[in-house]
């Protein structure tokens, strides 16, 4: 049943108007030495179903997130475009910011200005603003189909695997260990200890290895 | 170590591998191989009784062959778990007509011979990965004659040479004469920092390990006349320069400059020549002994734990962290960590630091015993599934279960669906939405890349564990490419269907780029190898229609591989600078006549 409700909820969302703000983030100078970050906020302004859009300076700094947490609230905005770096890096902050901000975390969608444009068309200027202005409206073209999605809560093994028996296997199993989890260590060799183990004393103590 | 050994939380299993994964984060059931000890560990007392009757005499290999030990033996006096094993190649055999006679020695009958190797499950939530590092071989770098000079010594012989517990007891000789030294000479960087030969990177410890070794060597033997060889040193950790400076202090002589060539006297010491860089003048030194510093590489078990487990590797053959500055004990892989040397070469501190980081993201993950899942997972549409069996078929994770037979539609289990998408792009009648990366968000964000000039731009699609980060790399490194490159993530390669390439060269796309993980490192088990299948199917369908196959490309672009991106970008231009606007206009016709053919005879198909 719930798989229908989702669906379901993709078409309710599809007819109703999204409400969409974009932010366009400096990242200090890293993108906007680059990219002219107003123009590309002023551009993705015109596109449709963008209620806001902003230039902002750090969008993943404490001010910066307010920031847009009170745009979701004062202009009830639904979708959230932030062109600022990689989705590897900053989506899991942003994800948080929109749950923050009551919004199902799915309902963001991020642009990579820094490390797929600014950083790799440092002499372009004009054809990375031009860049940039593509890569917000793909995702603004995208954010409008998003919809929201549970998450949801398995049982987990309590258990750690440690592959490795030298220093780093050792001390990452005592740790487990000591904290309450069970652990199985496998190390190939027949006696644990590693590299380490066939040094003498070692730095920076100069005392005995094993 | 013993503490290991006695903590009645951990399971230690030595003498043995991981060779097989099941499940996803949380719950993995990880298969181990354990390979017989012929000795009952839990028995043996490490008496030694066995030992003396042993009659096989072979090189020991903890102490790098610098003494011997018998068939059955334990591996260093402080060994853990503490018992004996006997490696079966060198032994004689149990049969008492041949030998046996450690049998017969062990009064707590220990040693068994029918022992076999095991295979044992083990469910487990997390995983940290401490493969460790093998030493750097230097039998290549020809002008230090390690394999022509017996006193030209590796870094780790001295290390057992001056080990107490090492089969001199400490006591530094020469293994030519047995002597002592009066003279040693330290050559720093084997191994590391070249262009030529070895490693490009810098190995991290060799330069304390040798101003360690100087100490030792000082302490002992105060008159000892000791050289340094090197580049930098590289004395950046904490207490670090104070041992340097005491090293100095002390009088070992640090030359900067790397040996060119090094002979052998006739009393077996050593003729090191030498462009000393500060003075620039050619130096000879005159040692008896010469200690290679090794470089560290990563440990052999490494490719092979990769493709079990589905991670990545640096260009350097290093574990890629999921991010090197934020995340840098975490594979991309959730539930996966790293410690110590297996994701780069670190001295004994670092270790530990990163492995109690380890542990703490471990226990982060797994402490109030529930894991979240990401809800992008795929799921099918009844009403439109036609049991076909296809989405079933290409599931990497045995996620779908349908009854072809019986015609009941596909059921997805979310537990255990990845989120590949390969499902989606595969299923003929359009009846698997892939959240998050459903049909139409990505068609959208096709149709508004190519909405304006659509010729001079080139359409990407990129994988987010190995093509998007790979991207990504070329981002942190600062490399170069052509700005027309407008890159679409999808989670695999394996999610780009083939109506998002259709759509892309019908609104105008001069050329298309499918990007992902090599073959065998797919994140998603082997999910590419249906984009393989899939790019070959389409570039049939093109040939057939007069669309040159060119236009659409196939790389396998790892995270590590940022300047191939780049290079792969390149050459996606020069391709795109071939395709003239009537060539796209030509596609454009064709791609509608289809469309409408196919219109027609969907409708055909429907009235009959």
Known sequence: ?210 | MTDVGRHPRIKLYTMSELVDIKGYVGNFDVKILKKARYVDETECTSCGDCVDVCPVVRPDKFNLGLSSRKAIFVPFPQAVPSAYVINVNECLGHNPVVCAKCIEACDKDCINFHMSDEEIVESVGSIVVATGLEVYDPTELDEYAYTRFENVLTSLEFERLINAGGPTQGELIRPTDRKRPKSVGFVQCVGSRSARKGASYCSNICCMNTVKGTLMLKEHYPDMDIKVFYIDIRASGKGFEDLYRRSQRLGVHYLRGLPGTVEEMPDRSLRVAVENTVTSKLEIHELDMLVLALGIKPAPSTQRLQEILGLQLTSDGFFLEAHPKLQPVDAATRGIFYAGCAEGPKDIKESVTQASAAAARAIRLMHDGTITTEPITSQVIPGKCKSCGKCAEVCPYNAITVDVKKKTPATVSTAACAGCGTCAAECPFDAIIMNHFTDTQIINQVDALLEDRPKEKILVFACNWCSYAGADFAGVSRIQYPPNVRLIRTMCSGRVDEKFIWDGFEKGAPVILVSGCHIGDCHYIDANQWTDKRIKKVHKKMEKLGIRTERLQLEWISAAEGVRFAQVMQRMETLRQDVTTEEIAETIQILKERKQEKGRSKKRDDIL
């Open chain 1, 1 to 210: 049943m719930m798989e229908t409700n989702v669906l379901v909820k993709e078409y309710v969302n599809m007819k109703e108007e999204p409400r969409i703000g974009v932010y366009v983030c400096h990242c200090g100078l890293n993108i906007a030495q680059t990219v002219d970050c107003e123009k590309v906020a002023e551009l993705a302004s015109y596109l449709d179903h963008v209620v806001v859009s902003k230039n902002i300076i750090y969008a993943c700094s404490e001010p910066g997130q307010q920031e847009i947490k009170d745009d979701i609230f004062e202009h009830g905005l639904d979708r959230v475009v932030v062109a600022s770096c990689s989705p590897r890096l900053h989506e899991p902050t942003f994800r948080q910011m929109l749950k923050e901000a009551d919004l199902n975390p799915y309902l963001l969608e991020m642009a990579n200005l820094r490390e797929q444009c600014s950083w790799v068309h440092i002499k372009e200027k004009d054809a990375a603003t031009e860049k940039a202005t593509d890569l917000v409206k793909m995702a603004v073209s995208r954010a409008r189909l998003l919809y929201p999605l549970q998450e949801e809560k398995l049982p987990l093994t309590k258990r750690a695997l440690v592959i490795g028996g030298g220093i780093a296997g050792i001390q990452a199993a005592l740790d487990l260990g000591d904290s309450g989890f069970d652990v199985v260590l496998v190390e190939k060799r027949p006696s644990i200890g590693g590299t380490m183990a066939q040094l003498d004393k070692t730095f920076p103590t100069m005392d005995c290895s094993i």
